[in-house]
T-cell receptor, first 117, second 116 residues
Framework: AQKITQTQPGMFVQEKEAVTLDCTYDTSDPSYGLFWYKQPSSGEMIFLIY??????QNATEGRYSLNFQKARKSANLVISASQLGDSAMYFCAMREGPGDSSYKLIFGSGTRLLVRP | DTGVSQNPRHKITKRGQNVTFRCDPISEHNRLYWYRQTLGQGPEFLTYFQNEAQLEKSRLLSDRFSAERPKGSFSTLEIQRTEQGDSAMYLC??????????????FGDGTRLSIL
């Protein structure tokens, strides 16, 4: 079974509107971290936001926020006020285990977001 | 902080040739990772170094693949006798050992390998 599932291969959003990118995960480890990365066409993976399994509040970083629903094992990324520069691939990733003891990130297959002017 | 640097950006080679990629991590980062990303997929973990020690290798890393980090600074990834299936983007990442769960890995721009 896949550990990280991103069910939306592609999404469109109108500039200045909000968009939600879905991510569900599967783990039996009570300690884990969830990361979202952005990958523009240039190839570099850019870290956006982090949510820990024990965090009580949803993470926010500027226009990015996480809708973390632990019981449903989902960690959806919300981008508010979309900009043309947000057009890219977005990957959800998980690291299992406490702290940074586990070094391996497990990635989903990504969602391609296109922002329309 | 100059970021993670990877060279070359692109490599085109014929099947059966050997290729070597280089990764220069962020200077104070003692952890270094290699991932492989095929078209339409997310990155897949290949191997991990803590300083100069290679502590983990994925089953994806066949005997034709070898990675080194001789002085705990830069790393090289070599693929011998390349095959069509080796065509992919090879990503390098680095991070410090902070013990913090929110510590992200910082990625380079990757090396895109095309096998003719």
């Amino acid at each position: 079974a896949q550990k990280i599932t991103q069910t939306q291969p592609g999404m469109f959003v109108q500039e200045k509107e909000a968009v939600t990118l879905d991510c569900t995960y599967d783990t039996s480890d009570p300690s884990y971290g969830l990361f979202w990365y952005k990958q523009p066409s240039s190839g570099e993976m850019i870290f956006l936001i982090y949510q820990g399994s024990y965090d009580q509040q949803n993470a926010t970083e500027g226009r990015y926020s996480l809708n973390f629903q632990k019981a449903r094992k989902s960690a959806n990324l919300v981008i508010s006020a979309s900009q043309l520069g947000d057009s890219a691939m977005y990957f959800c990733a998980m690291r299992e285990g406490p702290g940074d003891s586990s070094y391996k990130l497990i990635f989903g297959s990504g969602t391609r977001l296109l922002v329309r002017p | 902080d100059t970021g993670v640097s990877q060279n070359p950006r692109h490599k085109i080679t014929k099947r059966g040739q050997n290729v070597t990629f280089r990764c220069d991590p962020i200077s104070e980062h003692n952890r270094l990772y290699w991932y492989r990303q095929t078209l339409g997929q997310g990155p897949e973990f290949l191997t991990y170094f803590q300083n100069e020690a290679q502590l983990e290798k994925s089953r994806l890393l066949s005997d034709r693949f070898s990675a080194e980090r001789p002085k705990g600074s830069f790393s090289t990834l070599e693929i011998q006798r390349t095959e069509q299936g080796d065509s992919a983007m090879y990503l390098c990442a680095s991070s410090p050992s902070t013990g913090l769960s929110n510590q992200p890995q910082h990625f380079g721009d990757g090396t895109r390998l095309s096998i003719l």
